[in-house]
Nanobody, 124 residues
Framework: QVQLVESGGGLVQAGGSRRLSCAAS????????MGWFRQAPGKEREFIAA????????YYADSVKGRFTISRDNAKDTVYLQMHSLSREDTAIYHC?????????????????WGLGTQVIVSS
């Protein structure tokens, strides 16, 4: 059974940085495309970033491009989201997701497994 556990959320001041982690178990991690999504109160789930199985390809939403970086450590079965220049608009619950495929995926329906999320609150 696949499990994804996010960590690293919390309260951060505007302009600050935060790194989120997502530890995976139950599936061959290195053969799975991974993604980060977020959901703010009253809003739909939003794609943030994706990375393919070997980490050689990444893709970002325009809203975070240049500020966020997705990476992975296949030896640790963990994917990361490094966030810089945070603003109040980045306040949300951040979820990681694992696909059954090995490529880049941007739609929630392309991911088979989801973590429960970690909350990031950006204060001004």
């Amino acid at each position: 059974q696949v499990q994804l556990v996010e960590s690293g959320g919390g309260l951060v001041q505007a302009g600050g940085s935060r790194r989120l982690s997502c530890a995976a178990s139950g599936r061959t991690f290195a053969s799975s495309g991974m993604g980060w999504f977020r959901q703010a109160p009253g809003k739909e789930r939003e794609f943030i970033a994706a990375i393919n199985g070997d980490g050689g390809n990444t893709y970002y939403a325009d809203s975070v491009k240049g500020r966020f970086t997705i990476s992975r450590d296949n030896a640790k079965d963990t994917v990361y989201l490094q966030m810089h220049s945070l603003s109040r608009e980045d306040t949300a619950i951040y979820h990681c997701a694992m696909s059954a495929g090995n490529a880049i995926y941007i739609f929630p329906s392309q991911y088979a497994h989801w973590g429960l999320g970690t909350q990031v609150i950006v204060s001004s």
